[in-house]
T-cell receptor, first 114, second 116 residues
Framework: GNSVTQMEGPVTLSEEAFLTINCTYTATGYPSLFWYVQYPGEGLQLLLKATKADDKGSNKGFEATYRKETTSFHLEKGSVQVSDSAVYFCALSDHDEGASKIIFGSGTRLSIRP | DTAVSQTPKYLVTQMGNDKSIKCEQNLGHDTMYWYKQDSKKFLKIMFSYNNKELIINETVPNRFSPKSPDKAHLNLHINSLELGDSAVYFC???????????????FGPGTRLTVL
């Protein structure tokens, strides 16, 4: 079946450090890929998405490129801020899945030190 | 304007009680969901409704019963609450394309349920 695997947290970085959160997926069809972010005490919100191979999603300085050859969608940011501290979820939606749902990874907690 | 709203935000109750959580979306989406998030932030889908019809019913105790009076509302009723039901419950909605691919899901703020 379809699945998403993302790096275990927590990840702790200093402000202005470079961030990478790895995400790989398994899918039988042609999935859309998403990164969601959950700030403390809030629901999940979309950070960025890509709907086909080689697409790059970007938002708030974060980027992720849909790599079909490596089945990956790694999240990157060049210079993190304290306000980026949150839990990040990689997810996929696949039209071969049958039922309409998005499959989420287990989440990666990110903490940024001032 | 709130896109997906849930009430209540906090719910503290005794074991054995029955409680309901309400969810409403004003995005015009056809599909709504309930998720359970545990203390380690793992997100588990419970139910999905499309146009008031149950589409997904994951392995959830039958003490949990969703009800969709119209496509803008999806409520969750829980009977005989147990300690293990303590979690944060999120409602979400999305559009589903004709191809079957789910577009971006929009989440409510969550309901933190504590069973004592």
């Amino acid at each position: 079946g379809n699945s998403v695997t993302q790096m275990e947290g927590p990840v702790t970085l200093s402000e202005e450090a470079f961030l990478t959160i790895n995400c790989t997926y398994t899918a039988t069809g042609y999935p859309s890929l998403f990164w969601y972010v959950q700030y403390p005490g809030e629901g999940l919100q979309l950070l960025l998405k890509a709907t086909k191979a080689d697409d790059k999603g970007s938002n708030k300085g974060f980027e992720a490129t849909y790599r079909k050859e490596t089945t990956s969608f790694h999240l990157e940011k060049g210079s993190v801020q304290v306000s980026d501290s949150a839990v990040y979820f990689c997810a996929l939606s696949d039209h071969d899945e049958g039922a309409s749902k998005i499959i989420f990874g287990s989440g990666t907690r990110l903490s940024i030190r001032p | 304007d709130t896109a997906v709203s849930q009430t209540p935000k906090y719910l503290v109750t005794q074991m054995g009680n029955d409680k309901s959580i309400k969810c409403e979306q004003n995005l015009g989406h056809d599909t709504m969901y309930w998720y359970k998030q545990d203390s380690k932030k793992f997100l588990k889908i419970m139910f999905s409704y499309n146009n008031k019809e149950l589409i997904i019913n994951e392995t959830v105790p039958n003490r949990f019963s969703p009800k969709s009076p119209d496509k803008a509302h999806l409520n969750l009723h829980i009977n005989s609450l147990e300690l293990g039901d303590s979690a944060v419950y999120f409602c979400a909605s999305s559009r589903v394309w004709a191809s079957g691919v789910t577009d971006t899901q929009y989440f409510g703020p969550g309901t933190r349920l504590t069973v004592l």
